[in-house]
């Protein structure tokens, strides 16, 4: 499953309106919000929340957890 980013994690987290908009649009509580980034739930990345995320002016790639890729 994806995860999202460092990015939207942290401003999901430091950024109080990003949070309560998050939360409105999800229809939970704020304080459900900040414990589904310190998680980082799956849930973050419903369909809804992406829209918001895109909304807010983030791209695929910063929504979105890159894959590390380990060469030995």
């Known amino acids: 499953m994806k995860k999202v980013s460092v990015l939207i994690v ?3 987290l430091n950024e109080n309106n990003f ?3 998050l939360a409105k649009i999800l229809d939970i509580q704020q304080q459900s919000v ?3 980034a ?3 739930s799956n849930k973050l ?3 809804i929340a992406v ?3 895109k909304e807010k002016g983030f791209t695929e790639e ?3 957890l ?3 890729i380990n060469i030995n």
Do not use: D
Request: charged share 20%.
């Open 10 to 12: 942290q401003k999901i």
């Open 19 to 21: 949070s309560i908009e």
């Open 34 to 36: 900040l414990g589904l």
């Open 38 to 40: 310190k998680r980082n």
């Open 45 to 47: 990345t419903l369909f």
């Open 51 to 53: 829209q918001f995320y």
């Open 62 to 64: 910063e929504i979105f």
């Open 66 to 68: 890159q894959p590390q």
